[in-house]
């Protein structure tokens, strides 16, 4: 066994002795029947793994600002993509500790309007508006 192994596996025996020196073997073995009622409503692994990622996608639209990980998750780009487009200044960005990035989500939904494709019946609609305000123009 190598070193490094060893180390880990006593790390891992320092962490279990503390905490079995913390909770009593009752308190234990509540936790365990906690946890394990806990996957067994999501019946399976799979089904656990989906709940967090809903979850998770969920959080973007709690949080208000987001950082370069969070966008490039949300966008489905790469980090360096994200970093592109905020070295072009083509997304605005904060800076507060003058390191990290972050980007406020109402920047980030701006940006992906900016070149809208519309769809037939927005065109219409908005090809009618047109006229109705040009016509109404030449009434006056």
């Given at each position: 066994m190598k070193r490094k192994e060893l180390e880990m596996y006593l790390e891992r025996l320092e962490a279990l002795k503390g905490f079995m020196e913390e909770f009593s073997l009752e308190e234990f073995q509540e936790k365990i029947l906690r946890v394990t009622e806990f996957l067994r409503r999501f019946e399976t692994l799979d089904n656990l793994i989906e709940q967090l990622r809903m979850i998770e996608s969920i959080s973007y639209t709690i949080k208000e600002y987001l950082t370069i990980d969070d966008v490039a998750k949300y966008l489905g780009v790469t980090k360096s993509m994200v970093y592109k487009l905020t070295s072009s200044k083509q997304i605005t960005v904060y800076k507060p500790t003058g390191k990290g990035i972050y980007i406020r989500r109402e920047d980030l939904m701006k940006w992906i309007k900016r070149n809208p494709i519309l769809s037939n019946e927005d065109l219409m609609a908005s090809v009618n508006q047109?006229?109705?305000?040009?016509?109404?123009?030449?009434?006056?």
């Open positions: 047109k006229l109705f305000d040009l016509d109404n123009g030449h009434k006056r």
